[in-house]
Nanobody
Framework: QVQLVESGGGLVQAGGSLRVSCVASRSIFSFNSMGWYRQAPGKQRELVATITIGDSTNYADSVKGRFTISRDNTKNTVFLKMNSLQPEDTAVYYC??????????????WGQGTQVTVSS
């Protein structure tokens, strides 16, 4: 089992910045990938950014050039730095971890989410 705890959300004006963090309950060194997803009211959850075990990153087109995902294996933490925030970035941001186990089993874990609100 893996528990994920997000923090760092809040209220920011358009054009501002925030950094959200996700701490895992155990070492993330061997996790297949970690990522951030978001869900706005009335919308489906969507991918924001992911980072793999080899530090390859992937971003949604809507955040490319504005958001940066990174990980600190020594702190079991993944970060999402968000710059040039816009009202359309308002959502609950969820941390995700993909972990492989023996016998080819792969599991997804989710945090409880942290609210990011961008005012115009």
């Amino acid at each position: 089992q893996v528990q994920l705890v997000e923090s760092g959300g809040g209220l920011v004006q358009a054009g501002g910045s925030l950094r959200v963090s996700c701490v895992a309950s155990r070492s993330i060194f061997s996790f297949n990938s970690m990522g951030w997803y978001r869900q706005a009211p009335g919308k489906q959850r969507e991918l924001v950014a992911t980072i793999t075990i080899g530090d390859s990153t992937n971003y949604a087109d809507s955040v490319k050039g504005r958001f940066t995902i990174s990980r600190d294996n020594t702190k079991n933490t993944v970060f999402l730095k968000m710059n040039s925030l816009q009202p359309e970035d308002t959502a609950v941001y969820y941390c995700n971890a993909v972990v492989s186990y023996a016998l080819g089993i792969t599991r997804n874990y989710w945090g409880q989410g942290t609210q990011v609100t961008v005012s115009s």
